[in-house]
Nanobody
Framework: QVQLVESGGGLVQAGGSLSLSCAASESIFTINVMGWYRQAPGKQRELVAT???????NYADSVKGRFTISRDNAKNAVYLQMNSLKPEDTAVYYC?????????????WGKGTLVTVSS
């Protein structure tokens, strides 16, 4: 069972930057997608950014141009660099890994790290 541990959350002023990290406890299957999701108080969890094992990236429109996702396959890790943060970015950020085995998939989630952006 893969375990994901996030780090890097905290309090920052609007316009500032934060970097999140997520490390998996063991090797991830070759075909996979790593990503970040967030959930603000009273709202549903939403996609922030994903990066495929082949390197393709996908971003939510709300973070395009401000956030950058990257990964280190050797370390089984995924990162999220967040710049120009806004108060509306305040949320618990969750790391996610999806492993694909033919027609089946296996999802893993971290416990989340809180990002608070003050105005």
């Amino acid at each position: 069972q893969v375990q994901l541990v996030e780090s890097g959350g905290g309090l920052v002023q609007a316009g500032g930057s934060l970097s999140l990290s997520c490390a998996a406890s063991e090797s991830i299957f070759t075909i996979n997608v790593m990503g970040w999701y967030r959930q603000a108080p009273g709202k549903q969890r939403e996609l922030v950014a994903t990066i495929r094992s082949g390197g393709n990236k996908n971003y939510a429109d709300s973070v395009k141009g401000r956030f950058t996702i990257s990964r280190d396959n050797a370390k089984n890790a995924v990162y999220l660099q967040m710049n120009s943060l806004k108060p509306e970015d305040t949320a618990v950020y969750y790391c996610n890994v999806v492993e694909y085995y033919g027609y089946s998939r296996r999802d893993y989630w971290g416990k989340g790290t809180l990002v608070t952006v003050s105005s």
